[in-house]
């Protein structure tokens, strides 16, 4: 097996359906691949989807489905790590259930830049939002030296000339993230101290990285993106309060490193406030 995509479920059904059906229609790719889905307790008639109208278009399309279940909401990083022990294949494609592909070789592609180079670890798409004109959602993370956070390009133009270059970023989202399977048998998974969600993606990068492999962030993959349906809304998570107490957390541990690099200025750690769209009135999505 190549690739073992893993995602999450935890309600939010419309989504679900709608991404995680794309993820399997909409993906070219001609080696092997499995996806996993982790229900974690879901109560809307999510985790009975997966377990039957999933797995038939799976099937369909000769795409393995594994359904895990929780009996409540465990958090990200644990059931992420549930699906990493089942996992069959030589890489591991991190995706939340709210992205769909707009590169249909999304895959391939970004392999292809990971085995460009042993030393690169992670490699990250372009994510864009999915109403027109389809500005980017984040090409990338950055880093300031007091620890905040920078959404490297967000709200900016999806053909921006400077977010459309390759390079190196301090981190990546796992909204979508490719890893080799390897590095995490080495280096381990994502940090249960970071419950239920937020920041132990970071924390997974500034880890490998401690370890000597580069973040790539590369435009030539590009992801849609319906942005926070995975975690905002939820009534278990209250996001605000989890978001400041991971990141506290964050800081302590990664200090010694992002205080060195030359992360982006504290005025472009502002989170730019961007108008939403309805989910439901937002129409087909173009693939390319």
Same mark, same amino acid.
Not at 1 to 9: E, F, G, N, V, W
Not at 106 to 121: E, H, Q, T, V, Y
Not at 218 to 228: L, N, R
Not at 243 to 250: A, E, T
């Given at each position: 097996?190549?690739?073992?995509?893993?995602?999450?479920?935890h309600?939010?059904?419309?989504?679900?359906?709608?991404?995680?059906?794309?993820?399997i229609?909409?993906? +070219?790719?001609?080696?092997?691949?499995?996806?996993i889905?982790? !229900? &974690?307790?879901?109560? !809307?008639?999510?985790?009975?989807?997966?377990?039957?109208?999933?797995?038939?278009?799976?099937?369909?399309?000769?795409?393995?489905?594994?359904?895990?279940? &929780? &009996?409540?909401?465990?958090?990200?990083?644990?059931?992420?790590? #549930?699906?990493?022990?089942?996992?069959?294949?030589?890489?591991?494609?991190?995706?939340?259930?709210?992205?769909?592909?707009?590169?249909?070789?999304?895959?391939?592609?970004?392999?292809?830049?990971? !085995?460009?180079?042993? @030393?690169?670890?992670?490699?990250?798409? @372009?994510?864009?939002?999915?109403?027109?004109?389809?500005?980017?959602?984040?090409?990338?993370?950055?880093?300031?030296?007091?620890?905040?956070?920078?959404?490297?390009?967000?709200?900016?133009?999806?053909?921006?000339?400077?977010?459309? #270059?390759?390079?190196?970023?301090?981190?990546?989202?796992?909204?979508?993230?490719?890893?080799?399977?390897?590095?995490?048998?080495?280096?381990?998974?994502?940090?249960?101290?970071?419950?239920?969600?937020?920041f132990?993606?970071?924390?997974?990068?500034?880890?490998?990285?401690?370890?000597?492999?580069?973040?790539?962030?590369?435009?030539?993959?590009?992801?849609?993106?319906?942005?926070?349906?995975?975690?905002?809304g939820?009534?278990?998570?209250? &996001?605000?309060? +989890? +978001?400041?107490?991971?990141?506290?957390?964050? #800081?302590?541990?990664?200090?010694?490193?992002?205080?060195?690099?030359?992360?982006?200025?504290?005025?472009?750690?502002?989170?730019?406030k961007?108008?939403?769209?309805?989910?439901?009135?937002?129409p087909?999505?173009? +693939?390319?």
């Open positions: 097996m190549t690739y073992s995509l893993i995602t999450l479920s309600n939010k059904l419309a989504c679900t359906r709608r991404c995680l059906s794309a993820l229609t909409e993906s +070219v790719c001609e080696d092997s691949w499995e996806m889905v982790v !229900d &974690n307790g879901s109560t !809307d008639g999510s985790k009975e989807w997966c377990d039957t109208e999933l797995k038939a278009l799976g099937k369909k399309h000769e795409i393995p489905v594994t359904v895990l279940h &929780n &009996n409540s909401n465990i958090g990200c990083s644990t059931a992420r790590n #549930q699906a990493i022990e089942v996992a069959k294949g030589r890489y591991l494609v991190f995706a939340d259930n709210d992205i769909s592909p707009r590169t249909r070789n999304w895959m391939p592609a970004m392999r292809k830049l990971m !085995d460009s180079d042993p @030393k690169i670890g992670m490699v990250g798409p @372009k994510m864009i939002y999915t109403w027109q004109p389809h500005p980017i959602q984040c090409a990338g993370v950055g880093i300031s030296r007091r620890g905040h956070v920078c959404f490297i390009g967000r709200g900016e133009s999806i053909s921006n000339p400077q977010l459309n #270059q390759q390079r190196e970023a301090q981190c990546l989202i796992s909204a979508c993230l490719m890893i080799p399977a390897e590095l995490i048998a080495t280096h381990g998974g994502f940090d249960k101290a970071f419950h239920p969600v937020q132990e993606d970071f924390d997974l990068c500034y880890r490998l990285r401690e370890a000597g492999y580069t973040a790539l962030y590369t435009p030539d993959v590009e992801m849609y993106h319906f942005e926070s349906v995975t975690t905002q939820t009534p278990t998570v209250r &996001n605000q309060a +989890v +978001v400041i107490r991971n990141g506290i957390l964050f #800081q302590k541990r990664w200090r010694h490193m992002f205080t060195t690099e030359n992360g982006p200025p504290e005025e472009d750690c502002r989170w730019k961007i108008p939403s769209v309805s989910f439901s009135d937002i087909e999505l173009p +693939v390319f």
